[in-house]
Nanobody, 125 residues
């Protein structure tokens, strides 16, 4: 699989917003049912943040971001977005996206394929 490309990270103050973008190959977008966003803070495991279906309106969120983050997609650009509002210092992490290639839970990183390089999000208090 071609590597996804993440962008849109940056440094913001608590309460601010950022929108992340994940561009995957057209082949990946058309053959994989879900694209997910994960994050990894230093010394911590990579955790699932959100995922979206590439063919219907189904989406998922972790409890820690539900109500603050919104995932969306643009099929014509084979791109998935993560709108992050009301950011908190604990949202600070490297954010990654990947296509889900195995069955199982959306939040399990082991169900995903090739990862991108990630985009850093830093939230200061």
């Amino acid at each position: 699989q071609a590597q996804p490309v993440e962008s849109g990270g940056g440094s913001v103050q608590a309460g601010g917003s950022l929108t992340l973008s994940c561009v995957v190959s057209e082949y990946t977008y058309s053959t994989r049912n879900y694209i997910g966003w994960f994050r990894q803070a230093p010394g911590k495991e990579r955790e699932g943040v959100s995922a979206i279906s590439t063919f219907d309106d189904e989406s998922f969120y972790s409890a820690s971001v539900k109500g603050r983050f919104t995932i969306s997609r643009d099929t014509s650009k084979h791109t998935v977005y993560l709108q992050m509002n009301h950011l908190r210092p604990e949202d600070t992490a490297m954010y990654y996206c990947a296509a889900k290639i195995y069955g199982g839970n959306w939040y399990d990183r082991n169900n995903y394929g090739t990862w991108g390089q990630g985009t850093q999000v830093t939230v200061s208090s």
